[in-house]
């Protein structure tokens, strides 16, 4: 079965330390990956976005994300949080092809505490 | 704007009562999607658009669900007789369909609180 597992519900990270989200998929296919970013009241903001090459990936506010084929998995990371990092962190697996819909796993909310 | 916009952003319905939620995409997007996403939980697909044409609806959790974009634009989720059970936030997101290939545009989303 498709699915993405968030495994941290609530991670609180001191401001200016260092992050790591943990997200692992299981897809038939060629995965193309994201992390999204969802704010109180706000719709979700892309942070950045696996397609090919690079396992590597830069987005933006200073993330980035490492995709290992061999753990199935596509971490998200930050080398120093800012307390306007505080919010929803969702990880999400899709087909290449236009018009499929994405798969979700359900969050970690990040906390920043002073 | 530019964005993906929803309308309301927050709907109270008693129960039994018929809701209509609306969702103007990015213009020019070719694809259209909506999720549900219930509280603590990832968003879930429900409905897929290409243009005008409603190719999957394969999330639709019931019969009371129904959605529409009858000129491959605005489009409109409704769900009658509405049951405690629907209330989440529902989110319509947009793609173009072009070189970004599957990448989804997200609309604020719209709180639906059924009592």
């Known amino acids: 079965a498709q699915s993405v597992t968030q495994p941290d519900i609530h991670i609180t990270v001191s401001e200016g330390a260092s992050l790591e989200l943990r997200c692992n998929y299981s897809?038939?296919?060629?995965?193309?990956l994201f992390w999204y970013v969802q704010s109180p009241g706000q719709g979700l903001q892309l942070l950045l976005k696996?397609?090919?090459?690079?396992?590597l990936v830069q987005g933006i506010k200073g993330f980035e994300a490492e995709f290992k084929r061999s753990q199935s998995s596509f971490n998200l990371r930050k080398p120093s949080v800012h307390w306007s990092d505080a919010a929803e962190y969702f990880c999400a697996v899709g087909r290449s092809q236009a018009g499929t819909a994405l798969i979700f796993g359900k969050g970690t909310t990040l906390s920043v505490s002073s | 704007g530019a964005g993906v916009s929803q309308s309301p952003r927050y709907k109270v319905a008693k129960r039994g009562q018929d809701v209509a939620l609306r969702c103007d995409p990015i213009?020019?997007?070719?694809?259209l999607f909506w999720y549900q996403q219930a509280l603590g939980q990832g968003p879930e697909f429900l409905t897929y658009f290409q243009n005008e044409a409603q190719l999957d609806k394969s999330g639709l959790p019931s019969d009371r669900f129904f959605a529409e974009r009858p000129e491959g634009s605005v489009s409109t989720l409704k769900i009658q007789r509405t049951q405690q059970e629907d209330s989440a936030v529902y989110l319509c997101?947009?793609?173009?369909?072009?070189?970004?290939?599957?990448?989804?545009?997200f609309g604020p989303g719209t709180r639906l609180t059924v009592l």
């Open positions: 897809y038939g296919a060629t995965p193309y």
């Open positions: 213009s020019g997007h070719v694809s």
């Open positions: 696996y397609f090919s090459g690079d396992t």
């Open positions: 997101a947009s793609s173009s369909d072009g070189t970004s290939g599957n990448e989804q545009f």
